[in-house]
């Protein structure tokens, strides 16, 4: 019953497992079949254990007598087994020392290999817009040769692109170095551009210029007027400074001319490029700098002018370069720069300098003639007796009985050649002046006169012949330099006339010489009675010199004492001399 029933039994043998904890898991069957067993069966089962033993030992040795070789090679592939067991196993700790520079190894390649595809990626996008690329690496060379060509439209079109790409890739390398080349070949444009202004150019050009400069945007509008003011005003310094200076009236002319034509082009062209607006604009104010500099370049003619009218040694190229100025400052009138107002005091100094030099030259050759002067009876001059003062209110030809006096000749043509160069260029408002100086010239001569009285010991023929030279002084040479001064201004020679006070010296030597025998005027000369004229040298009747070589040496004693006389007369009227 409790047998055949299976329940049972599987609640025994788990009972019998619990109570036998030794057992293994593999050995868990046979107990569970032990606990199955009767007594009897039970009795019986170690015989029959020791069979089976006995049974599987006989197995065991025949198995082995009949494969020992196996178990030999068995045993030999254990040891041998062992021994690389062994040798792994070292190995195997060597692998594992290894594997962290293996890792660090692998990550390496990753990242090489990472970089190697990056770069690879960019060849690949460089091959595939090489040509669009080498197109923009070309705008360069293409920009320089169109401002080298003149192209100035196409190359500002080829920096605006430069430009934009700047802006718009900011962080790539290729296209700011690119920006920065285009900048360099743009201030080399800027440059050219500004050197055409520097140059002769019309108005049209000079527009387009500017439009160049507007596109660039270097200059605000007024750095720009500024900076076309500079240009165009090196260009006229050039023009000046390829005039020669050492021929100061070519440099004049050429100035003149130069500042006529040209600086009435530039202010027109000015206020046709920068025409300022109504509407209030700051930024197309100009702040007067066209006003400002076009007072510069009329100031730098004008002290141009100062500096080199006096090198001008003829009044016929004074009156020259006064008419050109003239008409200089009038065509200027039209732009608003007349400057015809401030040319007559320039002038005005130059022309008293230069008659002032030459009646001082005259002078001074008078004096040295005079030092050097012989007195001794020179040839009389071939003329008729009537031609001495006697010439007409219109003739300035001087007195033919001036050559018999090489002193007096001298300085009548001297003050004869101031005459010439005054005559060209008289200014009205230096009449009186200029007259002082020929009084002043007039009066030095008869100075000198007095004072060679003074100084030198004439002997009696010596004295008559000096006495004649200050009669021919007084009584020719100074109404005819008052005539002269006369047709260079009307009524001039009243002028001169009025300043006969300054021969009072010699008039008064002549008065108190009148005691003496003094030579007769040629004019007032008498016929001899066969009809011949009695020799006459140095306006002196030979007769007469001969006479008075005559006197006794008493006559010489007068002659001693009216020189002391006339010595303290000179010093009343000269107190300096």
């Not at 390649?109 to 970089?115: D, G, L, V």
């Not at 007067?288 to 016929?316: C, D, N, R």
């Not at 010596?462 to 009524?491: I, K, N």
């Amino acid at each position: 019953m409790e047998i055949g029933n299976p329940t049972a039994d599987e609640s025994s043998s788990a009972t019998m497992a619990e109570l036998l904890p030794l057992a293994s898991v593999s050995q868990q069957p046979y107990v569970s079949e032990l606990l199955s067993f009767t007594l009897d069966r039970l009795h019986k089962e170690p015989e029959l254990l020791r069979v089976d033993a006995e049974r599987i030992r006989r197995q065991m040795q025949e198995v082995a007598v009949n494969n020992y070789r196996s178990f030999i090679s068995a045993a030999d592939a254990l040891v041998s087994i062992r021994h690389e067991v062994s040798s792994i196993d070292k190995h195997l700790e060597s692998l594992i020392a290894e594997v962290p520079k293996l890792t660090s190894g692998c990550s390496e390649f990753i990242e090489s290999t990472e970089q190697i595809l990056e770069k690879r990626k960019m060849n690949q996008t460089l091959l595939a817009n090489h040509s669009t690329l080498l197109d923009l690496l070309e705008i360069p060379q293409l920009m320089d040769t169109c401002v080298r060509n003149g192209n100035y439209d196409e190359a500002l079109d080829l920096e605006a692109f430069v430009s934009k790409l700047s802006t718009m890739h900011p962080k790539l390398p290729v296209i700011q170095a690119l920006a920065a080349e285009v900048q360099e070949i743009t201030k080399s444009l800027l440059s050219q551009l500004l050197q055409k202004l520097r140059s002769n150019i019309q108005l049209p050009e000079c527009l387009r210029i500017i439009g160049y400069l507007r596109r660039i945007g270097v200059y605000s509008e007024y750095e720009m007027r500024l900076q076309f003011l500079r240009c165009r005003e090196s260009w006229l310094s050039g023009i000046l400074d390829d005039l020669d200076q050492r021929n100061a009236y070519e440099y004049l002319k050429g100035m003149v001319n130069c500042h006529r034509m040209h600086l009435f082009d530039v202010v027109n062209q000015y206020r046709a490029i920068f025409a300022d607006d109504t509407s209030g604009s700051e930024e197309n104010y100009d702040g007067g700098l066209l006003f400002s500099w076009a007072m510069h370049q009329i100031s730098s003619h004008l002290k141009t002018l100062k500096v080199m009218l006096p090198k001008i040694t003829e009044g016929g190229s004074l009156s020259n370069i006064l008419d050109q100025c003239m008409y200089c400052a009038m065509g200027l009138g039209w732009v608003g720069l007349d400057f015809r107002g401030l040319l007559p005091p320039l002038f005005e100094e130059a022309v008293l300098n230069l008659f002032s030099k030459n009646m001082n030259t005259a002078v001074e050759n008078f004096q040295l003639v005079l030092d050097s002067h012989r007195w001794v009876p020179l040839p009389a001059v071939g003329f008729s007796s009537n031609s001495f003062g006697e010439e007409g209110q219109e003739d300035v030809t001087p007195p033919p009985n001036l050559m018999e006096h090489p002193p007096l000749a001298v300085f009548v043509n001297g003050v004869s050649a101031a005459m010439n160069e005054l005559r060209p260029c008289a200014p009205i408002s230096l009449k009186h002046i200029l007259a002082q100086e020929l009084v002043k010239g007039l009066r030095t001569v008869s100075d000198s006169l007095l004072r060679y009285n003074t100084t030198r010991v004439l002997r009696e023929n010596e004295s008559v012949l000096f006495l004649s030279l200050c009669r021919a002084f007084v009584e020719v040479a100074y109404p005819h330099c008052a005539t002269c001064f006369g047709r260079c201004y009307p009524g001039g020679s009243l002028l001169i006339t009025d300043g006969n006070h300054v021969f009072e010296g010699l008039n008064r030597l002549l008065t108190t010489s009148s005691s003496r025998q003094l030579p007769k005027r040629v004019r007032s000369a008498e016929t001899k009675e066969n009809g011949d004229s009695p020799v006459v040298e140095n306006g002196v009747v030979v007769a007469d010199v001969n006479e008075a070589e005559n006197k006794n040496v008493v006559e010489e004693d007068n002659v001693n004492n009216t020189s002391s006389e006339t010595q303290n007369e000179e010093q009343t009227v000269n107190p300096k001399s």
